[in-house]
């Protein structure tokens, strides 16, 4: 029997466990953010449950997760991660390399054009990179230290 440890939310509202009843994890995340069109489905987040949740029961929502938004072909990804003191921190995350300069000049389209973000060109992933990420979080809470962090001010 599958043991249920993360949930997954999709387009920001409902959710549900995430379980690899058709699909091993990793192709079961991969799957569905390459199913990100940026119109009908264009947000994606996970985060673990608490230990002994009954997610077919209750799903509790979490104050760390990691999500994306766009379509498979242009996403953006941030981490969300609360210290021991209760300080939430949100990073848009970004590959490896150099550190952009100046204002960010990509902008990843989602919610049907709606809404919008603006992202450097190394923080702009397709749904097969992002899944790297997403596993990652899956299997550690985090992503690998590898990757740039950049820190929102949300406020």
Do not use: K
């Not at 939310?9 to 995340?29: A, E, F, K, T, V």
């Not at 029961?57 to 760390?64: A, G, K, L, M, R």
């Amino acid at each position: 029997m599958t043991v249920r440890t993360h949930i997954r939310q999709m387009n920001g509202s409902g959710g549900g466990p995430l379980d690899d009843l058709i699909r091993p994890y990793p192709d079961q995340i991969r799957y569905a953010l390459n199913q990100m069109d940026g119109t009908s489905f264009w947000a994606l987040s996970i985060w673990r449950a608490p230990e002994g949740a009954n997610l077919l029961e209750d799903i509790p929502f979490s104050e760390d997760y990691i999500q994306c938004a766009g379509s498979a072909e242009a996403l953006t990804v941030e981490l969300r991660v609360v210290d021991a003191d209760g300080t939430a921190h949100q990073y848009v995350i970004g590959t490896p390399g150099a550190t952009p300069t100046g204002e960010p000049s990509e902008t990843i389209p989602w919610d049907d054009g709606r809404r919008s973000t603006r992202v450097y060109p190394n923080e702009v992933f397709t749904a097969d990179e992002a899944a790297d990420l997403f596993y990652a979080y899956f299997l550690t809470d985090t992503v690998p230290d590898t990757y740039q962090r950049r820190e929102l001010h949300l406020g």
